[in-house]
């Protein structure tokens, strides 16, 4: 979509509106003038009382026309944080207004375009703001759709009551594992499979010195764990000796307390073992995540998964008599050669299989992913939809509720991602590090450190790949042993 502005460069923002709306287009700012097809006119003006954003979009021969208009003393604040924001938030609106008069339809989250839509009402109720009014902020300003008001409300309550749980001194733990079996088609994350897989008795070395030296900086800060998380990748790529070395070393590293949350992701069925499970168990696991994303054969052939549906009612029951703790399901709605009767299909089974977790993503294809380069046929936005419709009703229904979410760039439909749980089982690591609730410490390859005080976010990010995270080690130990000095 071309774009012209006037009066303001708000290019970011604009953008990031155009991508909610119209995710297949992409921003262009070419030199001659307004007038063609497929583009949007977006100017600010000031005058005496009113300052105006106009949004004109010329889409298939037609010019939608909408306007939004702000006090300009409101634009006279000292603050030019403040002032910045009313601006975008005027553009946008008058963009987004015109936008939906072009399509006749709206998104699902309305105007919301960030990734964590909970933080809004979780920061207006710890504030003082009652449920009511933090809803009321997302119905009228962002135009909010009720069910996703209700989703977001439900996981702003489960964010809030933890935040007010949390001692001064907690912070969580995450331990990266970036290697696979194989790669699914899917996947764009930082993860080693095949030949590459060669390096992870020396990745394990350099892992297990940086938990030394995270955990002997964390306890002379006085610091304690309030929940652990090893995830990837696939965690059970390790052999068992292996995984009963690092949680050993994480215990010991960190004086876990007995009973401490610590999840360990066993996503991949293929990957999980007795021995690894009973490792994971010793080593004071308390959940693991078993991700079949479909229980349907066709589309984990279609996504490149080597193991069956079988394998996956397997290794739950495998985990079951374990007794390695609660279970968390991934499902993905929205995958290659998948329907909709075929994702509730999917749904019921695993419902049926009643693990105590069950997180339903929206397939997203990022840069990386094989899928993107591929031609396949994904389900419309419209059949992911209806996947996601059936499945909050379902959940609900089964006795789940939703604890935490989170949106993606390139999702189809623009929708989310949802955690759901049985009451008494939510994962207070999710909510932690999707809300920016406390300090998480994060170990490994690709891991970010985020410290949350003050009220900002400081970050510090170890190599993102194996091969430049064991080059690196001396480095990141160092980062490690400094990180809680002031
Ligand atoms: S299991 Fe997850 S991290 Fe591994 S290849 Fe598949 S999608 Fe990527």
Redesign the pocket.
Known sequence: MKLFFSGHDEKYAVEQTMLTLFPAERPLYPEEAPGGDNELELSFTRSGTWSTATAKLRREGKTFTRQCRVKTEELNHEDPVVVTRLTRRTLQRAFYLAAIDCLGTEPPWGMLSGVRPVKLPTKAMLDGATPRQAEAELRDRYRVSPDRRRLAMDCAQASYSLKKSLQENEISLYVGIPF?P???A??S?I?S?GSANKLIPAYLECLLQEIDAAGEAALAAGKTIRSVYIG???PTTLEAPQLRRLLERINTAFRLQPGTEFTVEA??PDTITREKLEAIREGGGTRISVNPQTMSDLVLETIGRSHRAGDIRQAYDLAKETQVGEINMDLIAGLPADTVEGFQDTLNQVIAMDPENITVHTLALKKGARLRQEEVVLPTGEEVAQMLDYAWDRLREAGYLPYYLYRQKFTSGSFENVGWCKPGTLNVYNICMMEELHTVLSLGAGGVTKTIGGGTVRRMANPKYPQEYIRDIDRVLQDKKTFFLP
Do not use: E, I, L, W
């Open positions: 696979c194989t790669r699914c899917y996947c994350f993860s499979s990837g990748g696939t996503g991949r």
